[in-house]
């Protein structure tokens, strides 16, 4: 018993939420308007059946036709011929809303960008490439010091080396190659790009990235990632080869 009440509503709001029973109540209450009037006017209960008889339904006729007939096929009309309207009106207007859209970015495609904006969007760029290359030089810290601190929380043993351990007490010489570089990035007024020193070396690709590694793992030179591209910059020890090393390149 106590189920019941729960079923029944179940069961209206089943009912209700068909769309054939929504589009019937909407469309009888359309054509129905004057019940509806009646209803929510001020009269007594006897006065409205009487007002409802004779203005809405006053033959049995009139009952199957606007209580039943209209609505029904007004609400058969809605579910089975409105939608083919409905989807070509909406297809015409997504079309024209595309086509509104398209022309739209074209005028701004083709709209040169201001000095203003211009100058805004340099800035922004600069600004990103320095945050990111200050951050790639903090990580390149971070890990520095990690490396650091490993290597004094675990010495270096004579039976089992470290690897890529540089020995303090004994001076790395580069080779003549390695000499050429340095002295390519010193004559930049700029950071080297990795590329253009690749480029302007007879050497393979291969060699003139393992000399340039050299060169940083032993502090010549410091690699900056900036733009997308690894750029080079000489440190003062890397002078001071260049310089010991007399060598005078022409680029």
Known sequence: MKDIPKDIQLLITERLSSP???SFTISWCLWNYKVLVILLSVNTVSMTFKLIEK???PTTASILINGIGFPLLIALVYLFVYPYPAKFVYEFTRKR?????EIKQR???ETPLTLEESRAIRAALRSQEDTYSNDMQRKEKEIHALKEEILALRPPSPEIPIENEIDPTKKYQPNSEQIKLLAKISNSKDDMPEEVLIANTKDTRTKVLFDLGELEKHKFVRKIY???EYLYDITHLGRTCVVENAVDLVL
């Open 107 to 109: 005028i701004e495609d």
């Open 20 to 22: 054939l029973s929504a």
């Open 97 to 101: 809303q595309k086509e509104i859209h």
């Open 226 to 228: 900036r733009g997308r």
């Open 55 to 57: 203005n809405c339904f």
